[in-house]
Structures are given as C-alpha cells and as structure tokens.
C-alpha cells in the first residue's frame, strides 16, 4: 500500500510532503513513488498511531471484570488508538492475577499497566480501599507470570510498606514503575527515582500540590531530567492553564498524554462501574464516586486535540500521545513514529482533525464513511 501527497509528520516530527509504503512494516518514505496503487492523501495530515499508555475502558470495556471486549477494540480503533495498555484498578492479588491471564491471552495488547493496589489509602482517588496493600514478597512474580511477562507498568506508592525495596525487582521482571497515588515527600520520591522509578502516575491527581517550601512528588519528577509525566488533557482533571504551564517544564519528549478513560468513554451520562464492584456516576462527562473525581470519559485522540486547542503545536502534541508514551514503557523501537522498518500504525487526517483512515500494521481498521 501506498500513501501518495500525504503532508506526513517524519520520524524527527516534522511535516514534509512524501508517498509512503509499506505493508506491516513502514518501508520506504520518499518525493514519489511510481508505479503503486494506493490513496491519494493530497490535504490529509499522515501521522503515527497513537498511544496510550493508561485507559481503564471504553463503550462497557472494564479492564478488571473485562466485558465488552470487542467493543473496547473497534472503539479504540475507531479513534486512531492502535496501541494501547489495558489498566487494572486495585483489586485483592487474586482478582489482579484473573484479569491478567485472561487479558494477556489475546493478542492485541502488548502490555498492561497495574495501577493498584501498592498505593496510599491516604491518596486512594477512585480505588477500592478495601484491597490497597503494600507489596508483599511473590506478588510482583504472580502477577507477571499470570500476565505473561506483559506488565509494562505499575503505579506505586513508594513510602508505603517495603515497596520501595521492590522497585528494583520490578525492573528484574521488566516492569517500569511510576509513582503515583501517593503522599510521599520529595527525598522519598527522589529515593524511588534513583532506584529505578522513571514516569509519575497522572501528573497533580492523587498526590500533594506543588508548595514552594513543603516539597513533595510533583516537585521532585518535575525537576529531574529522566522521569516521564502523564498527563490527564481533557481540562477538567488539570486546568489548561496548569497543563500548558507543564508543557513549557517538560516539553514533548517527558510529557505523556493519558486518557484515564472509564468503561463510560464513549457513552451517555448515567451509572458505571469501575474495577467491578464501584459505581461511577458520570454527569455532563465528568466522572465521580461519592464526591472523588474518577477517571475520565475522553479518549486519547480527543485529548490530543485538546492539546492542540491549548496551545500545543499538532506536531508535539502527537509527539506526546505517540512516540513519548512509546519511549516511557521501551517500545520505541517499533511503534511511536513513522519510521522505515516501524510497524505501519498510520492515521490519516483531515485538516480540522477529523479521521479519515486507521492502520494498525498495515491493515486498515477504520475508513472514515
């Protein structure tokens, strides 16, 4: 297949005017290429597949009690989400190893993030109190042999217990951690990162504010230069103002966008459940249990947009629902970027940022009708 006249975002995130081919793989970008079939791409933007890195669900999908499956795959696909990590809400070790093993027998997803339960009751958010523990010696195995070594990630709240003892043998059995849901100060945090902690779990939710004097987590994974910081984009879980001020710290290559997406994204208002046993009442879009903001209901392409509305320039902002998420959890060497030798995650794009085409290694998924 052949992308002819596309305005293609390249591998150093810049749009030049090229044809591109490939099959599963990304094969040659060059001025023309001769002689192909393909689709003419004259006025259409040609960007890598997006990246998410923590969504919960869509349209019914709950990663713990997983229903809905289907529906979660050709709703991600539908919105230009050709990668994406499946995440798990605390829940009793038990629960966590089923939803693991049954997740990781299908193909479509090359890793999952745990996000409970070895976080702080104090910074809980929207999970089940009931089932947050520290880490306790052959867990972290458990669940990765249950999820077939697909753990990429796991939130943890390193003050908590041993946990911080553990971070390091996370690393052994290849998953990454990101602090997050935690009260710790900024020497605990800065511990957590010099034993191997590198990302932050949706960057100003469920932790202390930025203080001037009284440091914490925030302030230490801003300040270092090896940390990545997700970031919720739909302007309700962080202020525009205070997610562009973020940007100006970080820039494209630290900051990840997130979706956080509920098992409501891409339904009405009404009633969810979240994790399988909390109800989630979702009024004008916005998520609560009780009177905790939950997850959200905007999926990652939105929030890329979102950022583009911002401030951001397309190029960054697709740079950081792409590439940066892909860098964060070590897949970079085969998705994020249109990149001879890449898989051929592409989507094509209106000039208003309307989908228009999906592929996800070089099948077409989607067409716009």
Not at 81 to 106: K, R
Request: aromatic residues 8%; charged residues 25%.
């Amino acid at each position: 297949m052949v992308i002819h006249n596309g305005l293609v975002l390249n591998q150093n995130f810049e749009f030049q005017k090229c044809d591109l081919q490939f099959s599963s793989k990304i094969e040659k970008m060059e001025d023309k290429i001769e002689d192909a079939e393909g689709i003419d791409a004259a006025d259409l933007y040609v960007i890598p597949g997006l990246v998410d890195v923590h969504t919960h669900g869509a349209v019914g999908f709950d990663a713990n009690p997983r229903e809905h499956k289907q529906e979660y795959k050709e709703y991600m696909r539908q919105n230009g989400i050709t990668t994406y990590f499946p995440t798990m809400v605390t829940d009793s070790i038990e629960n966590l190893q089923s939803a693991l093993s049954d997740l990781a027998a299908d193909d479509e997803w090359l890793g999952f993030h745990v996000e409970g339960p070895f976080i702080s009751v104090g910074k809980k958010g929207a999970h089940n109190p009931d089932f947050i523990k520290p880490i306790e010696a052959g867990e972290l195995e458990l669940l990765q042999k249950a999820a077939k070594g697909k753990i990429r990630l796991m939130t943890v709240a390193p003050e908590v217990g041993d946990n911080m003892d553990y971070i390091p043998v996370c690393r052994e059995l290849g998953i990454r951690v990101t602090l997050g849901h935690s009260e710790c100060d900024f020497d605990t945090a800065q511990k957590a990162y010099d034993l191997g902690a590198t990302q932050l779990t949706h960057t100003f939710n469920a932790m202390k504010g930025i203080h001037h004097r009284n440091l914490g987590l925030i302030e230490c994974a801003l300040s270092r230069q090896d940390v990545f910081c997700e970031m919720i984009c739909d302007g309700f879980h962080v202020a525009p103002e205070v997610i562009m001020l973020t940007y100006r710290m970080l820039g494209p290559d630290r900051m990840v966008v997130i979706s956080d997406s509920l098992s409501a994204t891409g339904l009405p208002d009404g009633c969810y459940q979240l994790g399988g046993d909390q109800e989630v009442v979702v009024k004008d879009r916005k998520a609560y249990i009780g009177d905790t903001i939950a997850g959200s209901t905007t999926c990652l392409f939105q929030m890329m947009k979102n950022c583009v509305s911002f401030g951001i320039s397309l190029e960054n902002a697709v740079k950081m629902a792409s590439l940066t998420p892909c860098r964060a959890v070590g897949i970079d060497d085969r998705k994020g970027s249109l990149k001879v030798g890449k898989d051929a995650d592409i989507l094509l794009l209106s000039k208003d940022l309307e989908i228009r085409y999906v592929f996800k290694t070089g099948k077409m998924v989607y067409k716009a009708v």
